[in-house]
């Protein structure tokens, strides 16, 4: 028992501090900014004179302030990106080129097809403007107009509107008046100032007659060709792709000569690549056979020249209307989107196309939103390439036209278990498309939220122009030897309007980086807090620690050790009052300590500080002295006495 | 003087041993010293002091370790771009506008006779051979006597012979000759080797043959297209005639400005021909640049739009057009910066006859950092490659460096310079004539993939990189109705004759301005920067440990101490040694108390016990406990010491 108690006894002794010092919130306050290393507080306790003082606690208060403010501005800031664009001169990797003919199939081969439609597009061209185009065509036209029913007329009447605003239109096959009651959608001829004489069709859901949809154009070329393409898609979507494949062109077809840095290649450097609206087309360098070729050389000379036979005769009169191949330069994995954004390549003309090549990289979450891979976007990606947002919205709106409609549409991919919309099997899907596509450009599908854009791209920017080609010195040569080339096969003389000369090239082999980098990372950061901190009041995470340790723990200890005191003494004298003995010591001890306390407000006089230790001496064998020295100098702890007093008297 | 003074002080104080010790030493430090933790270890008790300890160590070893994260951030070189767009007066571009075709054929006729001759000849022969049996080679007797009169030595030195692919053993047939060869030569692989599968769909191919000693090794070039194959024999072949044909002889062939030019007007004012610089291109023959800004100052340009561009109206005079050599029509055209060399090839366009081609510029320009932070060059002095093109006072470009690179290549494997670059002293152009194996050489460098690969490693990119963005449009020009009187107006200007001599397949008008956002300027900066780098250092130090460069000075400060510290105290220790042996050595008693007081304070003994051993007296003294003679430690932590014996002194009272 004794050896335990001597074993405390030393552990305290060795180890003596248990709470703050500072018996009082305002003693520690002081000591906390007598001593503390920010810079401010000591002048808050040193200053004299009330106005100084209070000027000094604003002063304080405000730097305080402005690191919070300041702090935060940069932890708001810290997810910002700084752009640097690096140029590399390099070898660079030749794009794909994809190269299509702008008509999608010979229309000698799928007349068997289309004959039907092409028939009543005609009698309809005629009814509708008192024409027919070609005068062997009228005469056998005439012959069954009567004999055959006209199904696609039947299904999508043309109409004419003699007047909008009465919603009155003639059916142009049958002649008949007739009321419309459905909505009116006027397509590409939003703010026509005429509404009189306008050509359009009505799609009706089958199920509900009474819902339909009017769709007018302002002008013929439109209302008919769009109403040709609805019912083409009808038929293509019928016919299996081997079919399709082999009515289209070939690439010996297609392609006349090529020559790609210098050397000769030919047509089994061309991937064929079926794409449903532009039908056989081919890529150059498509990265197939698992090599990429690239170029070593910029200018003309070093790039693919191909001349590409564009026959003129055999295409669709409706179908097309211009003359000439589409072609479109992407990255090996992108998917050539022909329709949406190729060039066009004229005929009897040289296309020289330069290139110059900018890869562009953004910084993913939490910089900015887009998508590095699209995996994280919850929608099915039907294409067989790398991620865009174009195959992400082709691909969301062919999903919800599978889920609406039930069957998918013509011009994209399908997804599995779904097939192509036909009349046949879904005679509603026409009506159907055209209202989810309303939907989907008014971005009530939800397909441009779920979407989003890729972080990295690369952009191969064009410089077109053209030349006259085969200049007219060389054209007899050139036409008789491209004839041989080709005629060996077809012996005919070929014309300058069937072919197109087509350059592309890189300009220069300089090659664009565009990044963009993280501008803060945590050390920054820190030595941006540190820096902040440093300016205004000379503080650092040391000066934070303090705070906490003075503000949160000894303030805390501090009151609780008032409570538990007060507590203690209120049960004391409880106590007292029942023994009636009155506590000896306390009352004189009080007394004398503060006088000398009072004295101490002025500066200590000579005899102050020699009467000075005396009191003490008198309490030194009950109370241990403040381990602080600071606190030992400042003469002032006076309070404390008594406190300690009764909690070790206990 | 005041060096020797400084040495006694420390010699004397190496003789008085350490003033402090070590203990002292790091007291007064953390009492004194600015940076935030060090002062918290020695002022609390000593739970607060562990804890202390332990975090000021660690806030130095994470000072230290982002430290080292912020010189290696500054060490990368990183850097980065701002970019600034809008519109502001600018010097014009130079505008280099060309014949796509590069001799007017009508004065070239007399050097190109031959080959015409032999090409029209051979293109007939090849064209009969598709139409007929493949199986009976080439009547040939038709045009027998044509060929008797051509100059078949011309022929032969650079033959076309066609490769029958039915025919798998003898596939070569000569032109002009009936024979068959075998299969012995080698073929070049610049084609996909012939397979059986298409080969039923095409019967017969067109190839180069390529020859070198005296025709003893020889390699074929395949072409999949007949065309191709008579363009690029053509080519070798004018090439090697126009070689021998003097300059200024070559400027008299091509294209005069008078001829070409037809109207220019730069903004609101006229300019005509003679505002352009004729330069002899060798792919164009005579070019002719607006505003190069050689001999004069460059022009500005201060508004955007059409009307304050260049107008101009060229003819190209299609029917004088080399009918094998071009077979695009049109003008080339180019925009480039003043005082750099048009690479027409490489970045020029195409303006179609019998159009108006409208050009909207925007200048893109990229300025960048030179060294360390890219690795590009000002003004290309530091690249290993003679710029060729400097003859023709020219800055630095990266293709100036390619083709100079390539033409010294070529000079060092084919002994003499190809027609198309320019020419390094003391070597001649290759012909046939003189170098009769230069086309062989000339293909194979050409497609040799190590030498290109050589050029571009060799070759820096500039660190101002300049490109003009266009944006083209074109019309139809002249217009049917106005077709008429522009046509007469303009011949008449031109040869003041009555009479049309212009046509829509000759003429063009080209339209050059600034669109309204005529610049796009892309300049790095460097990201860090030493001012960046002693900031973050700075925030660094200061946020962990409240420090600064005062602090590090200090802490050296103290390590400077500490140092001569262990010196003295190993002085000391040594002088123990030997005094100890020097004990062992003289086993006498020790020095009697009184002798030792006698010591102390009889000067004359002193001196005397100096001077017989000054090592000794200083060791004995320093084994004694008590030292009267050393002062007391001027620092005020010493003095807070002995209050904290007093402490412990109270404290051990009570018990």
């Known amino acids: 028992m004794a050896a335990g108690r001597k074993i405390t006894a030393k552990i305290k002794k060795t180890l003596p501090v248990t709470g703050p010092q500072a018996p009082t919130l305002g003693e520690l306050m002081r000591w906390y900014c007598l001593n503390t290393n920010t810079h401010g507080c000591r002048r808050i306790v040193v200053s004299r004179g009330r106005l100084r003082r209070l000027l000094w606690i604003a002063l304080t208060l405000s730097a305080v302030a402005l690191i919070l403010w ?168 019928q016919i299996p792709l081997e079919r399709k494949v082999n009515m289209g062109y070939s690439a010996d077809d297609l392609l006349l000569t090529c020559f790609f840095d210098g050397l000769s290649c030919d047509t089994r450097n061309f991937t064929p690549f079926y794409h449903p609206l532009h039908g056989n087309c081919y890529t150059f360098n498509s990265g197939e056979n698992g090599t990429i070729l690239s170029t070593s050389t910029g200018g003309s000379e070093y790039g693919l020249q191909v001349v ?20 479109i330069i992407h990255d090996q994995n992108e998917y050539p ?283 030194l064998p009950r109370t241990p002295p403040p381990n602080y020295s600071t606190l030992r100098l400042d003469t002032t702890f006076t309070e404390q006495l008594p406190d300690t007093l009764e909690t070790e008297s206990r | 003087m005041n060096l020797k003074r400084y040495f006694i002080r420390a010699l004397h104080r190496l003789q008085k041993g350490p003033g402090y010790t070590y203990k002292e030493l790091l007291v007064w430090y953390c009492d004194n010293t600015n940076t935030h933790g060090p002062k918290r270890i020695i002022r ?82 090849i064209l009969q051979c598709g139409k007929q049996d493949p199986f009976s080679p080439l009547a040939v007797n038709s045009s027998e006597n044509d060929s008797q009169a051509l100059d078949l030595q011309l022929w032969n030195q650079l033959p076309l012979v066609l490769i029958d692919e039915s025919h798998p053993d003898q596939p070569i047939i000569d032109i002009f000759t009936t024979n068959r060869t075998g299969a012995g030569t080698q073929h070049n692989s610049s084609s996909p080797s012939p397979s059986n599968t ?86 164009h023959g005579n070019c002719y640049i607006f505003n190069w800004g050689m001999d004069q100052e460059a022009l500005i340009s201060s508004n955007p739009g059409a009307e304050f561009g260049l107008k101009l109206i060229l003819d190209i005079s299609q029917h004088d057009y080399i009918p094998y050599l071009t077979s695009a029509a049109g003008a080339r055209l180019m925009l480039h910066e003043q005082k750099s060399f048009p690479f027409l090839k490489d970045q020029g366009i195409y303006a179609m006859s019998g159009t108006e081609t409208s050009i909207g510029v925007l200048v893109d320009e990229l300025e960048r950092m030179g060294y360390p932070y890219s690795d590009c060059t000002l003004n290309g002095s530091d690249v290993p490659v003679k710029n060729l093109y400097k003859g023709f006072n020219t800055s630095y470009s990266i293709q100036a460096c390619l083709r100079s690179c390539f033409q010294a290549e070529m000079v060092e494997s084919c002994e003499c310079g190809h027609y198309l670059f320019p020419l390094p002293e003391g070597v001649n152009y290759c012909n046939n004539d003189d170098n009769p194996d230069w086309a062989y050489c000339y293909s194979s460098l050409r497609s040799s993939i190590r030498h290109r690969q050589f050029c571009i490693d060799s070759c820096k990119e500039t660190c101002n990189d300049t490109q003009y963005k266009m944006t083209i449009s074109m019309a139809d020009w002249p217009s049917e109705a106005s077709e008429d009187w522009i046509f007469h107006i303009l011949s008449y200007e031109r040869d003041l004759s009555t009479n049309v001599t212009l046509d829509r397949h000759g003429i063009i008008k080209l339209n050059i301005y600034f669109q309204e956002y005529n610049y796009r300027t892309i300049s790095e900066s460097a990201a860090t920067t030493i001012v960046w780098l002693l900031s973050s250092l700075g925030g660094q130090f200061g946020f962990w440990m409240g420090g600064s460069v005062l602090c590090l000075i200090e802490f050296g400060e103290i390590i400077i101490d500490f140092l001569w510290i262990t010196i003295i105290n190993g002085i000391s220790w040594c002088k123990g040694l030997k005094q100890k042996r020097a004990q062992t050595r003289y086993p006498d008693a020790p020095p009697t108390v009184s002798e030792l007081v006698e010591a102390h304070t009889n000067f004359g003994f002193q001196y005397e016990d100096g001077s017989v051993t000054p090592g000794s007296g200083n060791c004995c003294r320093g084994r004694l406990p008590p030292e009267p003679g050393t002062p007391p430690p001027n620092y005020d932590s010493l003095r807070v010491q002995p209050l904290d014996v007093l402490e412990l002194g109270t404290d051990t009272e009570p018990e």
């Open chain 1, 70 to 237: 300041q702090c935060a501005e940069l932890v708001l800031g810290y997810y910002s990106a700084s752009v640097s664009v690096t140029v590399r001169f390099q070898k660079l990797r030749f794009p794909a080129v994809t190269i299509c003919n702008i008509n999608p199939y010979k229309y000698s081969v799928i007349k068997e097809y289309l004959s039907e439609l092409d028939k009543e597009t005609r009698s309809a061209l005629e009814s509708l403007y008192g024409f027919s185009e070609g005068k062997p065509k009228v005469r056998r036209d005439a012959e069954d107009r009567n004999a055959t029913a006209y199904q696609y007329l039947e299904k999508v009447p043309l109409l004419r509107f003699e007047d909008l605003t009465r919603k009155e239109a003639t059916d142009l096959h049958s002649g008949h008046k007739r009321k419309i009651e459905s909505n009116i959608f006027h397509k590409g001829s939003t703010n026509i100032g005429d509404p009189q004489n306008m050509i359009g069709f009505q799609l009706c859901d089958p199920n509900n007659s009474s819902d339909c949809a009017v769709y007018t154009f302002s002008s013929g070329v439109n209302a008919i060709q769009e109403w040709y393409k609805l019912h083409y898609m009808n038929i293509m979507a």
């Open chain 2, 44 to 125: 609390e008790g000593p739970k607060k002091k562990f804890v202390w300890f332990f975090l000021t160590l660690l806030f130095a070893s994470l000072v230290f370790w982002q430290w080292g994260i912020l010189i290696n951030t500054y060490l990368s070189y990183n850097v980065t771009s701002s970019l600034s767009i809008g519109f502001k007066t600018m010097k014009f571009p130079a505008v280099t506008v060309c014949n796509a075709n590069a001799f007017k054929y009508s004065k070239v006729k007399h050097l190109l006779k031959e080959m015409d001759k032999l090409i029209d000849a051979a293109l007939e022969r």
């Open chain 1, 337 to 619: 989107f022909i329709e949406d954004i190729g060039t066009e390549i004229e005929t009897a003309t040289a296309t020289s196309i330069g290139m110059h090549f900018t890869e562009s990289r953004k910084l993913s979450e939490p910089y900015s939103d887009c998508t590095e891979s699209g995996a994280d976007i919850n929608v099915e990606n039907l294409y067989n390439k790398t991620y865009s947002l174009q195959i992400c919205l082709h691909s969301c709106f062919q999903k919800a036209m599978v889920d609406h409609c039930g069957c998918a549409q013509y011009a994209q991919p399908l997804p599995a278990g779904a097939e192509y919309c036909n009349y046949k099997k879904h005679p509603s899907w026409m009506y159907c498309y055209y209202k989810l596509h309303e939907k989907f450009v008014k971005e009530q599908l939800d397909c441009q939220q779920k979407c989003k854009e890729a972080c990295s791209f690369k952009e191969w920017a064009l410089t077109t122009s053209i030349a006259q080609w085969p200049s007219t010195a060389s054209e007899d040569w050139m036409l008789r030897v491209l004839s041989w080339d080709k005629g060996q096969k077809i012996n005919k003389m070929l014309k300058k309007t069937d072919l197109a000369n087509l350059m592309v090239f890189y300009k220069d082999l300089n090659k664009r980086f565009i990044s963009e980098n993280p501008a803060n990372s945590i050390v920054i950061l820190l030595s941006n807090f540190g820096g902040q901190l440093g300016l205004w009041m000379s503080c650092s995470v040391v000066c934070v620690i303090e705070i906490v340790e003075v503000f949160f723990i000894d303030s805390l200890s501090i009151i609780m050790r008032r409570r538990w005191q007060k507590t203690k003494k209120w049960w004391n004298s409880r106590k007292a009052k029942q023994s009636r003995a009155p506590a000896p010591g306390t009352g004189p001890g009080k007394q004398g300590h503060d006088n000398p306390a009072c004295i101490d407000e002025d500066l200590p006089t000579f005899n102050t500080a020699l009467r000075l230790p005396l009191p003490q001496e008198n309490h």
């Open chain 2, 198 to 283: 298409t080969a039923e769909a095409k019967k017969y191919k067109v190839a180069m043959k390529l020859c070198r000693e005296n025709g003893t090794s020889c390699v074929y070039r395949n072409f999949t297209s007949a065309a191709q194959a008579v363009m690029e024999w053509y080519v070798l072949q004018s090439t090697s005639i126009f070689a021998k044909v003097p300059l200024e002889e070559r400027k008299q062939m091509g294209y005069q400005a008078e001829d070409m030019i037809l109207a220019c007007l730069y903004g609101a004012e006229p300019c005509n021909h003679k505002n352009f610089t004729q330069i002899y291109h060798p792919d």
């Open chain 1, 308 to 327: 590409l036979y564009i026959e003129e005769a055999d295409y669709n009169p409706f179908l097309v209307t211009s003359t000439g191949a589409k072609i």
